[in-house]
Structures are given as structure tokens and as C-alpha cells.
């Protein structure tokens, strides 16, 4: 298996603009998860989707975000419109069961917003 | 809320030496815990679990330690390489999905 795959890896975008990251979970794998990563506040859970459902949110920083997984092989994080303060590493993780189950993560994507 | 951290932002150690990383945490009561290595433009990669009933977890130069009580894992690399040089990341989990740590750069130095 090629593990989890994420594009674009660098995304640089001018505030205001829409931007999607796109993630390609592992085969078989029924839990996805979209996380962000910086210097200040470290890894944080964004949402997570089970079964292509989307279960929790509650990370998802305000309404300019969104996700959506139409299908077990394929989901996106939309950030519309794009701040400067956005500007992070975008990970996607999946995994076989929660809450036991160590996660693989993908390579990341670098979004910097102008 | 839940609160986590890790002994420091930066560690760093002679080769051969055994590094000790640590992991506190507050506000939470966690049913396993793992661990996590990190690489300059990676992502995290899975090393270690261990569950709340667990005290000790060995892989090859690895040892985990945890200590429900104390709130704390322990986190330690034996004979020490440069190749071990990255940041180390604990989290949490239960019924809810993983809580991260900030991480714990390691630098190992020949």
C-alpha cells in the first residue's frame, strides 16, 4: 500500500483566495482525520469522519473550513476564504479502529497564505 | 481541558547516551497512550502504545513507561544514534480520538 496520500504538498495562496488540500486515505482503513500543525499550538484535530461520515468538528476553527469525504477512498478540507493566520501544515491521518488503533499519517500539505 | 506536555521543547544528548523524554498530562484520563516520531517535512509515524493497565512497553531500543497515578509517561531511547534525532510526540486517547503533545526535538550528538 502506498500509505496515506495528500496533495498538493506546497500550496501558496493570496488571502481571500478558495484552497483544497486533498487526502487519499489507506485502503480498508474506516476512520480519517484532518489535522493542523504549527509551531504554537502543536497538533490539532480538526474534524474526523468514520465510515465517510463525518463524527466530530469541533475542531474546525470557524465556518471558512469545511470537509467532506464522498467516498472511502477519497476526502478534501476547503478553506474559503484563506487568512494569513490559516498558514500551517495540513495533515490527514487515517486508521483501522478508534481509539486503539495507532494512526498513519500522510506527508502533509505546507499551505502559506499571503 | 485537557492539558499535555512534554519536558521540553528541545533535548539534546551524546550518542550512546539514553535519552529520557516525558509526557504530563492533566484534566484527562486517558485509557492508552502513544507515541509518536516526527522528521523534518513528515508526518508522524507510530512507534508505541501502551495501555492504562500497562506499567512498561519495550520495542528493540524503546521503553515506554506509565504511570496513571502520577499522570506521566516515560519515554526512553537506550544507546542513543544520531539517526534517532527527531521530535517525539505523546498522545492521548480513549474514547475519543488522539490528543497530541507539542513534542520533544531530540538531537542526538556524535
Known amino acids: 500500500d502506498a500509505g496515506v496520500i495528500q496533495s498538493p504538498r506546497h500550496e501558496v495562496t493570496e488571502m481571500g483566495q478558495e484552497v483544497t488540500l486533498r487526502c487519499k486515505p489507506i485502503?480498508?482503513?474506516?476512520?480519517l482525520f484532518w489535522y493542523r500543525q504549527t509551531m504554537m499550538r502543536g497538533l490539532e484535530l480538526l474534524i474526523y469522519f468514520n465510515n465517510n461520515v463525518p463524527i466530530d468538528d469541533s475542531g474546525m476553527p470557524e465556518d471558512r473550513f469545511s470537509a467532506k469525504m464522498p467516498n472511502a477512498s477519497f476526502s478534501t478540507l476547503k478553506i474559503q476564504p484563506s487568512e494569513p493566520r490559516d498558514s500551517a501544515v495540513y495533515f490527514c491521518?487515517?486508521?483501522?479502529?478508534?481509539?486503539?488503533?495507532?494512526?498513519?499519517f500522510g506527508p502533509g500539505t505546507r499551505l502559506t497564505v499571503l | 481541558s485537557q492539558k499535555i506536555e512534554q519536558n521540553s521543547e528541545a533535548l539534546n544528548i551524546q550518542e550512546g547516551k539514553t535519552a529520557t523524554l516525558t509526557c504530563n498530562y492533566t484534566n484527562y484520563s486517558p485509557a492508552y497512550l502513544q507515541w509518536y516520531r516526527q522528521d523534518p517535512g513528515r508526518g508522524p509515524v507510530f512507534l508505541l502504545l501502551i495501555r492504562e493497565n500497562e506499567k512498561e512497553k519495550r520495542k528493540e531500543r524503546l521503553k515506554v513507561t506509565f504511570d496513571t497515578t502520577l499522570k506521566q509517561s516515560l519515554f526512553h531511547i537506550t544507546a542513543s544514534q544520531p539517526a534517532d534525532s527527531a521530535t517525539y510526540l505523546c498522545?492521548?486517547?480513549?474514547?475519543?480520538?488522539?490528543?497530541f503533545g507539542k513534542g520533544t526535538r531530540l538531537s542526538v550528538i556524535a
Open positions: 491521518a487515517s486508521s483501522a479502529e478508534v481509539p486503539r488503533s495507532e494512526q498513519f
Open positions: 485502503s480498508g482503513h474506516d476512520y
Open positions: 498522545a492521548l486517547g480513549g474514547n475519543t480520538p488522539l490528543v
